[in-house]
């Protein structure tokens, strides 16, 4: 069994610089990319960022230049540093991991989730 476990995040008064942690533990074959996505009340599940291995990064426009994505590769982690929080940024923060099953296709990934951590921005 894979677990991806968040921590971080909580009530943060508007320009605050929380930072989110993930982790992968358990039966791993080959993490490939990792990010953090979010879900706002009412609203879909979204990428905020992500980074594969390689170091090539991908972030949403709306936190672009204030978040930072970082991972280790060797702890299969990833972080979220958080700057310039606006009451807009709340959600819940998912991790998010590509667990590559087949090493002769990288297409062929399983897609693993943390459990959420919730991010309160107060005005």
């Known amino acids: 069994q894979v677990q991806l476990v968040e921590s971080g995040g909580g009530l943060v008064q508007a320009g605050g610089s929380p930072r989110l942690s993930c982790a992968a533990s358990g039966s791993i074959f080959s993490i490939n990319t990792m990010g953090w996505y979010r879900q706002a009340p009412g609203k879909q599940r979204e990428l905020v960022a992500d980074?594969?291995?390689?170091?090539?990064?991908n972030y949403a426009d709306a936190v672009k230049d204030r978040f930072t994505i970082s991972r280790d590769n060797a702890k299969n982690a990833v972080y979220l540093q958080m700057n310039s929080l606006k009451p807009e940024d709340t959600a819940v923060y998912y991790c998010?991991?590509?667990?590559?099953?087949?090493?002769?296709?990288?297409?062929?990934?399983?897609?693993?989730w943390g459990q959420g951590t919730l991010v309160t921005v107060s005005p």
């Open positions: 998010n991991a590509k667990d590559i099953v087949d090493l002769t296709n990288l297409r062929r990934y399983r897609e693993l």
């Open positions: 980074l594969t291995p390689s170091g090539r990064t």
